[in-house]
Structure formats: C-alpha cells, structure tokens
C-alpha cells in the first residue's frame, strides 16, 4: 500500500516557467489537499478537493490552481513561478468515513524557483 | 483568524525521560486537533488526535491533553527514545467534512543519550 505519492521529489524552475505537481493516493480516500512549508515554518494550505470535480480555496491558492478528475490524482500547477513559491510542497489525503479522519502525507515536493 | 502557536521552538530531552509538547490555539470553534511528527526530509506523520468533546486521549507512549478554557494542548511521550528526534507539529480544524488544518510552527525535538 503506498499511500500518498508525490512526483517529482525535487525540482529547480527558472522565474516564469510553470510546472504540475503530481499526486496520487491509493487509499480511497474522497478529500486531498496541498500544502507548502516554508524554511522553520508549519503547513499552510492551499488548495483541497472533497471529491472528483470539485475544489476550493484554502489559505494561499494565490499562483496556483488545481483540478481533480479522479479520485486518485490531485495535481497541483504553477502557471508563472516566482522565488516565492519556493518551498516544500506536500499532499495529503483523509477519508470521510466515520466523521473526521485524520489526514496522511506524502514525502513532499521539494521546489526551487531561480 | 485562526492561529496555532507552539510556546517553545526546541526541546532537548534525555533519553528515557518524558517529554512534554505544547501548543496554544486561538480558535474556540476548533473541534478536532491533532498532533503531527515530521523528520527530516519526510512528510508529517501522525501521531494523535483528539476531538473537543475529550480532553485526554492516549496512544502507544503518547498522550494528548486538550483544555478548552485555556486553550491549550499538549502532547507527551513517554520513555522518550532516540527515534522520538524530529519536529512536532500541532494543527487545529474549525470546518465540517474536509479539514482545512490551521498548523503551528512546529517544536524540534532533541533526544540526549
């Protein structure tokens, strides 16, 4: 079972190109979710997904966008990078049944924009 | 809005001893929580959670203590050992279904032999 994975593991992006951010879960699990953790910092939320064709908001979507076509596959775009996106990117999924779940990551994206 | 703070970023314990974590949270809507250990170069890895209506839950050599007048949380680990090293984060969730996880800055943990 390998749970939440995460390509590629590390990237370097020059200021203007655009990049996806791969993720996939195979685990069933209905809601997925991507962060970015800054250098000392806690996890702030980006976008998340309660099921295939639906996404929203979470803390800083700004620069990026999403899409969910299945329930396996969430990934994550950047359109125009800039240095500050640089960061560490995780997904992460939780199921729905039985109330709150909690969530389960991957090993995270590690990206650099020069 | 909602912010998750940690009141120490680095703890340094000897081996075998208990360790205690803390967290503050500001949100009184908050109804789940749940602790988070991340090592280096790894995605957080769950430890425990607790929902608002408990205040004390406990797992293998892990126990969570909520106090919702103070707002506060905490996590001990018992019998810390070198394995225990990594930074431990504490998040919080005020929504319903999907959780949109407000987390702390995290609190590094230091095992000494």
């Known amino acids: 079972n390998a749970g939440v994975t995460q390509t590629p593991k590390f990237r370097i992006l020059k200021i203007g190109q655009s990049m996806t951010l791969q993720c996939a879960q195979d685990?069933?699990?209905?809601?997925m979710y991507w962060y970015r953790q800054d250098p000392g910092m806690g996890l702030k939320l980006i976008y998340y997904?309660?099921?295939?064709?639906?996404?929203d908001k979470g803390e800083v979507p700004n620069g990026y966008n999403v899409s969910r076509s299945t329930t396996e596959d969430f990934p994550l775009r950047l359109e125009l990078a800039a240095p500050s996106q640089t960061s560490v990117y995780f997904c992460?999924?939780?199921?729905?049944?039985?109330?709150?779940?909690?969530?389960?990551f991957g090993d995270g994206t590690r990206l650099s924009i020069l | 809005g909602e912010n998750v703070g940690l009141h120490l970023p680095t703890l340094s314990v000897q081996e075998g001893d208990n360790s205690i974590i803390n967290c503050a949270y500001s949100?009184?809507?908050?109804?789940?929580f749940i602790w988070y250990k991340q090592e280096s170069g790894k995605g957080p890895q769950f430890i425990i959670d607790?929902?608002?209506?408990?205040d004390k839950r406990q797992g293998q050599r892990v126990t969570v203590l909520l106090n919702k007048t103070v707002k506060h949380l905490s996590l001990q680990i018992a019998a810390t050992q070198p394995g225990d090293s990594a930074v431990y984060f504490c998040?919080?969730?005020?929504?319903?279904?999907?959780?949109?996880?407000?987390f702390g800055q995290g609190t590094r943990l230091t095992i000494n032999p």
């Open positions: 992460a999924s939780s199921s729905r049944d039985r109330g709150v779940q909690p969530q389960h």
């Open positions: 685990m069933n699990h209905n809601y």
């Open positions: 997904s309660v099921g295939a064709g639906i996404t």
């Open positions: 949100n009184s809507a908050s109804d789940y």
């Open positions: 607790i929902r608002s209506n408990m």
């Open positions: 998040a919080e969730n005020s929504g319903q279904g999907a959780q949109k996880l407000v």
